[in-house]
């Protein structure tokens, strides 16, 4: 099995599992490629900083302690117990290349730890695709990258998740996603490095234009891997939360998981 040198992680908001009402034609050409889940769990409360928390953190919303107006107003401690995977990368690597592009400002500034050397990058969807796909061309040596895009959720609470509406931010975001998909094409990078596709939460569960129930529309959520040693065109049948993404991204960068986290990999990710 070839080495994994990078880990990209792209995240729609939002997005629950209506992308399978979507035309996502670059969504679904990575599908195929690799081991995916229509069935994975996020956590509760279904809310943007409790959830893309727990990715970034391997625990559940309890132990991280992250709220939207938290994230939105004070700075995640860098002594934390519950160290996100870019301080654990950095820890590992003084010097590597570390990046988050993110559409919902609060991530960049309260969710990832402020003072680890992380490239960080917040503007709107369609900006920050070209911006990151620069990124990516420019220093093909990174070692993680995360992207967050933010239509999705915003079309949900315009139009109500899962209508039209939606959709229609849904696809828009497919079309996102396709410009950095296309710079790491052409960077020859996809034939060494881990691509995880995931969203936060969906919604429309007891409210048609909004989220944060244990409503499966707000709790089930899209996730999947490709890249060296995935099992190919494979749904994942195992249960996956959203918080196991960190044990995902360290497993794959060979990084020591930390004991406080509660992120477990997911039997049968790897093809036998």
Not at 148 to 159: E, R, V, Y
Not at 244 to 255: C, M, R
Request: charged share 20%; net charge negative; hydrophobic share 40%.
């Amino acid at each position: 099995m070839k080495q994994i040198e990078r880990v990209i992680v792209i995240g729609w908001d939002g997005a629950g599992i209506f992308v399978k009402d979507a035309n996502t034609p670059n969504l679904d050409r990575y599908v195929a490629k690799g081991t995916f889940t229509f069935e994975a769990q996020t956590e509760s409360p279904t809310i943007s900083a409790e959830c893309w928390g727990s990715l970034l953190h391997g625990v559940t919303p309890d132990k991280h302690g992250l709220t939207n107006e938290k994230a939105d107003q004070e700075t995640y401690s860098a002594d934390s117990p519950y160290p996100s995977i870019f301080r654990v990368a950095r820890e590992a690597w003084p010097d590597a290349k570390l990046a988050a592009f993110s559409a919902w400002r609060p991530i960049n500034s309260g969710i990832i730890e402020a003072s680890i050397g992380v490239h960080k990058a917040s503007m709107n969807d369609a900006e920050l695709a070209h911006a990151a796909a620069a990124y990516i061309r420019d220093n093909p040596d990174l070692k993680l990258l995360f992207v967050q895009f933010d239509l999705p959720d915003a079309g949900g609470h315009k139009h109500g998740y899962g209508t039209p509406g939606q959709i229609e931010t849904i696809e828009e975001t497919d079309a996102n996603t396709g410009v950095i998909l296309r710079a790491i094409e052409e960077a020859d990078l996809t034939k060494d490095s881990l691509l995880i596709f995931v969203t936060d939460h969906g919604g429309g569960g007891e409210d048609k234009y909004s989220h944060g129930s244990d409503h499966p529309a707000d709790k089930t959520i899209y996730w999947g891997c490709v890249g060296p040693g995935i099992a190919e065109g494979a749904e994942l049948q195992a249960d996956v939360s959203i918080r196991d993404t960190a044990a995902v991204v360290a497993h794959a960068l060979g990084l020591e998981a930390p004991a406080a986290w509660k992120a477990k990999l997911p039997q049968g990710l790897y093809a036998s």
